[in-house]
């Protein structure tokens, strides 16, 4: 991932990205405002993705890009895309279904775009309309799919990401890559606790996974330190190449980190209160960003 990123982001993103829990007052409205209208709204949404894809597919965002072919890859862009276009229709509905979503809205339906994990299979945008799993961009991973799905939630599949260990195995499933724990770059470990080597052979501490990051941080540091002291996540050392490039541009250790200097330095990071501590957290978050920008031109 290219670019700045700051600790107000991570946790703004993280907190739009992750699904409300379905109450009754979810379920009621649900009922009431878009069970009746279900396949027109089916059909606006199909509507908002077509003016979606006929404004961006030809975008330089798009025909720049070597590594993707439209729309594989691009859930992200097409669900933040249409949820622009759905927004300006419940401000100014023109049909039956989004006048009934603004009122489902209004009387406070949740809609809003969540990010996670789909069956087990996929890192996933899609949307939450109250007790409704909504995905726009459902041809992302396989185009010959339907564009839009149309859900009731417990059917879906889909699960906020609250631990690494399955973070990991769906990073390595999804993306291609391997992931290997960061007992290399210890400093960096409490909040970073997986070196993922993607497809193209790029080291990255930091592969868009913002809501997990913040997860970890807002639980003292509990996910990185569960994830790197369970043997299960050992697997294969990390191969010498990728040690080369963390040790001569990084500075890692020569050896993974032991276990007790390890404890030690989730102990000084609760002490200290370093997630409260933007002082020290940004840096750390600007280097894990560096050592993808870095990889990416070697």
Known sequence: MSGGLTLEQISTRANEETPVEITSKQINL???WLLPHLDALYADLQQLRTAFDNAYRNSPEVTQNPRRTYPKGYCLEISKGVQNLLQAQINNPTTPAM??????CMRGGVAKRIWGNLRNSYFQNAYQFGSLYVDVANDTVNPSKPQVEILPWAKSGFYAIRDYTKYALLAEA????????????????????????NRYGEVELQANYQTILYRNMEQNFKLAELYL????????????????FLQNEFGALAEPVADDALRSLFADARKTSLRLDITRCQ?????ALAIGNRSKQQ
Request: aromatic content about 18%; cysteine-free; charged content about 20%.
């Open 99 to 104: 006048q009934a979503l603004r009122e489902f």
């Open 283 to 287: 840096p750390m978050l600007d280097q």
């Open 174 to 197: 999804y993306w291609g890559g391997k992931v290997y724990p960061n007992r290399y770059l210890p400093e960096l470990a409490v909040m970073f606790p997986i070196i993922f080597v």
């Open 229 to 244: 002291f369970n043997r299960k996540s050992y697997g294969e050392p990390l191969p010498a190449q990728y040690h080369a």
């Open 30 to 32: 649900t009922k009431t």
